[in-house]
């Protein structure tokens, strides 16, 4: 079955620095890669995805980047601020008849922006 | 326009018991997901609704059920409740399918005791 590994439970970085988190994926299959934000009390955020046919994604100050031969996933938040403290999720899913498989979740990273 | 709300928020009860959790998706969202989020296994896919059809489930057992009404609202059943049980259940919309940006509700956090 598809499974989504994380390399890091924590990440700290100081405010102002990039933080990568990084991210693998065991279904080759797997065609759309979602990354999810999740704050304290609140449900997950998605912040941007990249689908297989792409190898990198650009938005307001976060980037993915999709590596399909090794199966890597992974996301840059450039400028870090104090409210990009969350645990961030890869998540996995591919297409099959109606596409209306479930995402796959990754155990999460929990960043944390030192001041 | 209004977020993805879920009823109630907490919620405790006991083992042996029935639990029902509610879930209103985004106006014109048809697709509504179900997800359990655990610290030990995270969050995991319990099932999506479409158009008041189940069209996947995930792994779990038949004690979990749920079934979407003809205004896209969403109901969960857990039956039987079991210690494990106790976790944050998160409801998602979206306008099709998972592919297309699902919207998070805050969830319900249930404790079974």
């Known amino acids: 079955g598809e499974s989504v590994g994380l390399h890091l439970p924590t990440l700290s970085v100081q405010e102002g620095d990039s933080a990568v988190i990084k991210c693998t994926y065991s279904d080759s299959a797997s065609n759309y890669f979602p990354w999810y934000k999740q704050e304290l009390g609140k449900g997950p955020q998605l912040i941007i995805d990249i689908r297989s046919n792409m190898d990198k994604r650009q938005g307001q100050r976060v980037t993915v980047l999709l590596n399909k031969t090794v199966k890597h996933l992974s996301l840059q938040i450039a400028a870090t601020q104090p409210g990009d403290s969350a645990v961030y999720f890869c998540?996995?899913?591919?297409?099959?008849?109606?596409?209306?498989?479930?995402?796959?979740f990754g155990k999460g990273t929990h960043l944390i922006i030192q001041p | 326009k209004a977020g993805v709300t879920q009823t109630p928020r907490y919620l405790i009860k006991t083992r042996g018991q029935q639990v029902t959790l509610s879930c209103s998706p985004i106006?014109?969202?048809?697709?509504v997901s179900w997800y359990q989020q655990t610290p030990g296994q995270g969050l995991q896919f319990l099932f999506e609704?479409?158009?008041?059809?189940?069209?996947n489930k995930g792994n779990f057992p038949g004690r979990f059920s749920g079934r979407q009404f003809s205004n896209s609202r969403s109901e969960m059943n857990v039956s039987t409740l079991e210690l494990g049980d106790s976790a944050l259940y998160l409801c998602?919309?979206?306008?099709?399918?998972?592919?297309?940006?699902?919207?998070f509700g805050p969830g319900t956090r249930l404790l079974v005791l």
């Open positions: 998540a996995e899913n591919w297409a099959r008849g109606g596409g209306a498989d479930g995402l796959t």
């Open positions: 998602a919309s979206s306008y099709g399918t998972v592919q297309e940006t699902q919207y």
């Open positions: 106006s014109g969202h048809r697709s």
């Open positions: 609704y479409f158009s008041e059809t189940q069209r």
